[in-house]
């Protein structure tokens, strides 16, 4: 068994060949012992963990990459794998897609008490790690990885390299900062963006992108929320409507009882299936900022997560949605963003943000503290008025 899985490493790594780093591979402290990447499919967890592993054979590091989902692997005993490992004098365990192999966390606690050697993994959700039956998530370090931001896509495209951003410092120095990015048809570069460029594949399957996006929206409900125990695969229809449903509603009327009548899903359902497709990274939740009590009478805006779901998955596309999708997706990578009680997002607590297009004005925002207009289709800012796009270059 283990010999099929060096075989399988090796031809795996004949294949890899990216060597653009992700802006979460910095971040990792890949000192700890147990370590859990998760994100949506299709943002390059895998990636991160080939990279890894190729580091650690240059280090001369005996180092073991596994997928979870290779078949000759079915039904075997990850224990006794892990025992062989550790005979063998490995000093590195990387499992890709755990969340395929049944009762993941019981075996992977096991190995984090057991043995020496150091595990990362990859698992497409966080609410399988931390709501595990075994007491997992007092062993692991959790890092989620986003897709692509807009200066990602910019650096991966160009192979440049760019700047990020603190949203303290976009808001005091954006004309700057706009003026100093250096990227040509900017605003035409971040069209692109928003239809197709948060998913790294679109670089290798361009010409297929919107069908392939549509797979792995398809893979997550028909096979990832089922065999994480959420959803009787039975029932993934009801969260591919609830999708089109989403589609269908404006962000800011979001009205609980008419979407699960839509959906044709019961009241209690919408609840656990909206939180499916958030922790799945399918829709994005944004609540209403509000104290204590207040909150639980509060709805969310409810978006599909980035903007390339919206123009794969939705038969209209209304540009205001597209622009407060990018937006929050970017922005909650970072920052603590909510609904506040006037203008479109209230970010740290501290920031008032109003979304819209070139000529949007302040009248929504007139004489609030620190607020902003941001604006589309203008490539740099002037006094309150920020680009959109340049709440990509965040991360």
Known sequence: MLQTIIKYQERLLKKFNIKYRRYLFKKIDFNDKMIAIFGARGVGKTTILLQRLQDLLSQKKK??????DYPFLAGIDLLELAEQIAQEGYEY????????????????????????????????????????????????TLYNLKGFSFREFLEYKSQSKLNCYSIDEIV?????????????????????????????????????????????????????????????????????????????????????????????ISRVKLYDYITYLADAELILLINQAAKGLKKINKPA?????????IYAYCQSQKIGTVRESFFAN???AIYDIKVPFQGDFLVDENYIFEIGGKNKGFKQIKDMPNSYVVADDIEIGNGNKIPLWLFGFLY
């Open 63 to 68: 180092a073991l990459y596994i997928s979870l």
């Open 93 to 140: 365990l990387l499992l890709d897609e755990v969340h395929r192999f049944k009762d993941f966390s019981l075996y992977l606690k096991s190995i984090y008490d057991i043995y020496d050697f150091n595990t990362l993994f990859t698992s497409s959700s966080a609410t399988s790690i931390l709501n595990a039956k075994s007491d997992l998530s007092r062993r692991v």
């Open 172 to 264: 005091k120095s954006h004309i700057e900062i706009a003026r100093n990015i250096g990227v040509n048809n900017i605003l035409k570069e971040f069209k692109e963006y928003l239809e197709t460029g948060y998913y790294p594949f679109y670089f290798d399957k361009n010409s297929s992108f919107y069908q392939n996006l549509t797979n792995t929206i398809n893979l997550t409900i028909d096979i990832d929320l089922p065999s994480l125990g959420l959803i009787e695969q039975k029932y993934s229809y009801k969260l591919k409507k609830l999708l089109e449903v989403v589609c269908e509603s404006e962000p800011f009327e979001v009205n609980y009882t008419k979407i699960a009548q839509m959906a044709e």
């Open 301 to 309: 805006k409810i978006y599909l997560n980035n903007p390339n779901l």
């Open 330 to 332: 970017q922005v909650s």
